[in-house]
């Protein structure tokens, strides 16, 4: 990561040089590292956690414990919490631009908006904070949806959506969708509760080489009734669940893609790729071996 020059540097932080240069002298924090010129260069990381820390304690020697204890910076989880509590989206839009010029859309997603929101829920008297929250990732993540890059794969992949409409569940669906448009897949996302007879253009449109269920919120009844509308278009494409979205209370043989979206990416790729495809397709075509 680049580093940021002394005057730089304590601009940020609202003191001189000359003061950020004692600091360093007597506690080591924030320290820089030397260019090949001798010129000091601070860590972006440091100084953010360290003016979030001085905002809350006012005392210097205090500051730099909490900040060195807490390890947070640039991209943090913890951060976009803070932005979401202020109500600030823009605060939130300029943490994910500071995470994108280091790390991968993929990469930000499930290393920062993902795990933000996870501390933004279920916390008293938090609701509105967390819709904001959830309205600005749907927001967030449909944008990035629409400059992604036309579908390089001829595999289409039909995702049935059990999510409720707002909420961390929708958001990890909405994540799933976005990571297998990057994949280059091409995708089509419907509800799980869409009327049978409406499935027909659909499947005919993208004819997938397979179905997932994403969401808790479909019952055995619903999903097997989706299963056999979408066989009675002559489709076999294999069934998968993401994220334990199999509304059974024991065991079962749909193969899971798992809990995050490169990881689901990484899965369908290894089936649609390698020979595991048609196994997947032989265990995960229908419904008769679930187990209730």
């Known amino acids: 990561m680049s580093g940021i020059r002394t005057n730089a540097a304590a601009e940020l932080l609202g003191v001189s040089p000359n003061t950020l240069r004692s600091w360093e002298r007597r506690f080591g924090y924030p320290a820089p590292r030397r260019t090949a010129g001798g010129h000091r260069q601070y860590e972006l990381t440091e100084l953010e956690a360290l003016r979030r820390a001085l905002l809350e304690t006012h005392n210097i020697s205090s ?65 509105a904070e967390l819709e904001l929250a959830c309205r600005w990732a749907t927001g967030w993540l449909h944008a990035a949806r629409r400059v992604t890059a036309p579908a390089t794969r ?30 280059g897949f091409r995708v089509l996302l419907l509800s799980v509760a869409l009327a049978q007879e409406r499935m027909t253009r659909a499947m005919r449109a993208l004819d997938p080489s397979a179905l997932v269920l994403a969401g808790t919120g479909a019952t055995l009844d619903v999903l097997g009734r989706l299963v056999y509308a979408v066989r009675q278009t002559g489709s076999n494409a294999p069934l998968f669940e993401y994220r334990g979205s199999m509304p059974v209370s024991g065991s079962h043989n749909i193969p899971t893609l798992g809990a995050a979206p490169s990881e689901a990416v990484r899965n369908l790729k290894s089936m649609v790729d390698g020979s595991a495809w048609n196994r997947a397709g032989s265990s995960a075509g229908g419904m008769r071996s679930v187990s209730r």
Do not use: H, K, Y
């Not at 908006?113 to 008297?125: D, K, T, V, Y």
């Not at 001829?154 to 961390?168: A, K, Q, R």
């Open 154 to 183: 001829s595999e289409g992949i039909l995702i049935f959506d059990s999510s409720p409409t707002l909420g961390m569940e929708g958001i990890q669906v909405q994540a799933l969708e976005l990571a297998l448009r990057r994949a």
């Open 63 to 127: 500051a730099i414990q909490v900040a060195r204890q807490r390890g947070e910076g640039l991209g943090s989880a913890s951060r976009m919490v803070e932005a979401f509590d202020r109500f600030d989206e823009s605060l939130a839009d300029r943490l994910m631009e500071e995470s994108l010029s280091l790390r991968s859309v993929e990469r930000t997603v499930e290393e920062l908006l993902l795990p933000g929101l996870e501390l933004a829920q279920n916390r008293e008297s938090r609701e």
